[in-house]
Nanobody, 117 residues
Framework: QVQLVESGGGLVQPGESLRLACATS????????MGWYRQAPGKQRELVAT???????NFADSVKGRFTISRDNAKNTVYLQMNSLKPEDTAVYYC???????????WGQGTQVTVSS
């Protein structure tokens, strides 16, 4: 069975940091581009960041310079380091695995990130 399990969400104040992790199982991790997406209340799901198996990254303009995505292929885990958090970062954050050939997607259950003073 395929599982993507996010962790690390929580409630923080503006300017603080969080690190999200997504542990995967049941997939050949190196064959997947990994990504983080988020969905705020009443809004569409949006791309936050992606990282290919070779380490190439892509970020939404809204998080460039603040967020970093990384992957540990030995642990089959992808991370999202979120610094200088803003209230507008508040959302449910979802982990995504996209097969590099078939483009089939797997999704995690999501983890809540709330940035509020």
């Amino acid at each position: 069975q395929v599982q993507l399990v996010e962790s690390g969400g929580g409630l923080v104040q503006p300017g603080e940091s969080l690190r999200l992790a997504c542990a995967t199982s049941g997939i050949t991790f190196r064959l997947y581009t990994m990504g983080w997406y988020r969905q705020a209340p009443g809004k569409q799901r949006e791309l936050v960041a992606t990282i290919t198996s070779g380490g190439r990254t892509n970020f939404a303009d809204s998080v460039k310079g603040r967020f970093t995505i990384s992957r540990d292929n030995a642990k089959n885990t992808v991370y999202l380091q979120m610094n200088s958090l803003k209230p507008e970062d508040t959302a449910v954050y979802y982990c995504n695995a996209r097969h590099q050939v078939t483009r089939h997607d797997y999704w995690g259950q999501g983890t809540q990130v709330t940035v509020s003073s």
